[in-house]
């Protein structure tokens, strides 16, 4: 089951300025919001999740896949929903296994329930 887990997270802003002291958080597979006011920590929170920042201490643990979708996104013509999602090519591979095109080892390896996760 997938899981997000936060264990004694401890986070400085590079002036010193403690954003999270000994944070105990889990996240399970149901939506999740997270709130609060500008400069509060929510984005750090975030980049701690996605291993774009480490810890000062403490402990992220993320089971399953982990997608995030910015608030800014900057896109070029030929993109879509999907890129911002890193899907696209598992999509392809639905869209051949559904015209009788795909090989055997992509409909052995194809994300069945991928279309139905993003629909949700």
Same mark, same amino acid.
Do not use: C, H, Y
């Given at each position: 089951?997938?899981?997000?887990?936060?264990?004694?997270? =401890?986070?400085?802003?590079?002036?010193?300025?403690?954003?999270?002291?000994?944070?105990?958080? =889990?996240?399970?597979?149901?939506?999740?919001? /997270?709130?609060?006011?500008?400069? $509060?920590?929510?984005? &750090?929170?975030?980049?701690?999740?996605?291993?774009?920042?480490?810890?000062?201490?403490?402990? $992220?643990?993320? =089971?399953?896949?982990?997608? $995030? /979708?910015?608030? =800014?996104?900057?896109?070029?013509? #030929?993109? &879509?929903?999907? #890129?911002?999602?890193?899907? +696209?090519?598992? /999509?392809?591979?639905?869209?051949?296994?559904?015209?009788?095109?795909?090989?055997?080892?992509?409909?052995?390896?194809? #994300?069945?329930?991928?279309?139905? +996760?993003?629909?949700?």
């Amino acid at each position: 089951m997938p899981s997000i887990t936060l264990a004694n997270l =401890s986070w400085s802003t590079p002036d010193g300025r403690p954003l999270f002291s000994s944070l105990n958080l =889990s996240f399970g597979p149901e939506r999740a919001g /997270l709130v609060g006011r500008n400069g $509060v920590g929510k984005t &750090t929170l975030l980049k701690l999740i996605t291993g774009e920042l480490s810890p000062a201490s403490g402990t $992220v643990s993320v =089971s399953g896949s982990l997608g $995030v /979708l910015r608030q =800014s996104v900057q896109v070029t013509l #030929d993109e &879509t929903i999907a #890129d911002l999602f890193g899907t +696209r090519a598992a /999509l392809a591979t639905l869209a051949r296994a559904e015209a009788g095109e795909a090989s055997a080892e992509e409909l052995a390896n194809a #994300d069945w329930m991928l279309e139905a +996760r993003m629909a949700e």
